[in-house]
């Protein structure tokens, strides 16, 4: 979450008198993100999040499919936000004619510290929500997919070599060897495609309240998003903390058992999966709006987790 663009409380007060949620008190920009505008909203009835999608967001197409798969998510037991509709039915509405969505606010933390208990509790909610995503019968692929990485591969090239001597040669390595050998077919289904730990809420019992930010949720290989997880949760630093990894996937298999390709896959998943994230935020570190209230993340923790897993092979662990 972030803000690139503001609203005043005269606005969002006369934006309001289209919902049965009250009226505003309190308007709290929220800087954590990258893509879209994020508020909290108090108002005397209960806090809201409002979220305004940005023209380069890339949620912003299929707004239609992410509310309709938080629905899907909500109505079958997996906590996420709730899209509130307005009097006269409308979800989506529009402010400087960008997209604007109003949810329910999920109240908890993120873990500072995250130790082994949160990540089988997430691994557990992860295979919960692939479960349940294989019910939903909307498409949208994955925004961004391996395949699609490598199709705009050349967007990202520049900012490599910018950021550190001879990271392009290395992508370039790494783009031809996925080109070769990722895997054409996998278990695939919804996915939320950027569960980090600031995309999930914690009560003090350490079980999850919510999990929030799908607007990068499509189509692709279940094992993928679980790669994606495991590089968010289950390092300290650039090592893998093994304890960390075994309470994920144990978990997850608790409700979702990985197949035997999906295991032989998972280190180049994990390759990708450093990637995709390396490739995002090497544009935000060089794209982003030098006036926009947002924190660009830094590129190298990526670097450093793909060194880790062009050495060793995750497979041997589990």
Known sequence: MAVYTDITTDELSNLLTDYN?????????????????????????????????????????????????????????????????????????????KPLLISSFISGHHPDIITPKHCK???????????????????????????KLIETKDIY??????FQTGLKDTLEKLFEHLLINYPKELPSGVIH??????????????????????YLSGQDFLAFDLAICINAWCFDGNILNQNKLHSLISGYQKIRSLTEDEKSALQILH????????????????????????????????????????????????
């Open 157 to 162: 090239l520049g900012y490599a070599e910018k």
């Open 271 to 318: 390759q990708a999966a450093c990637l995709r994230f390396l490739l995002s935020r090497l544009q935000e570190w060089y794209e982003a709006p030098k006036d926009a209230l947002v924190t660009p993340h830094d590129p190298t923790e990526c670097i450093d987790k793909l060194k880790y897993h062009q050495t060793y092979n995750i497979k041997d662990m589990i």
């Open 21 to 97: 949620i009250g009226s505003l008190e309190e308007l709290t920009p929220i800087a954590n993100g990258v893509s879209n505008s994020n508020y909290i909203i108090t108002t005397n009835k209960n806090k809201y999040i409002l979220t305004m999608l940005e023209d380069f967001s890339v949620g912003r197409e299929a707004l239609p499919f992410i509310v309709s798969f938080m629905q899907h998510l909500s109505n079958n037991g997996v906590p996420c936000p709730e899209p509130i509709k307005d009097n006269n039915g409308n979800i989506v509405k529009y402010y400087k004619e």
């Open 121 to 147: 509790v997430l691994g557990n909610a992860l295979a919960k929500l692939h479960i349940t995503g294989q019910s939903f019968e909307q498409l949208r692929p994955n925004p961004r997919s391996v395949l």
């Open 193 to 214: 495609a950027d569960l980090w730990p600031d995309n999930v809420l914690f009560d003090a019992d350490c079980e999850i309240n919510g999990i929030i930010d799908f």
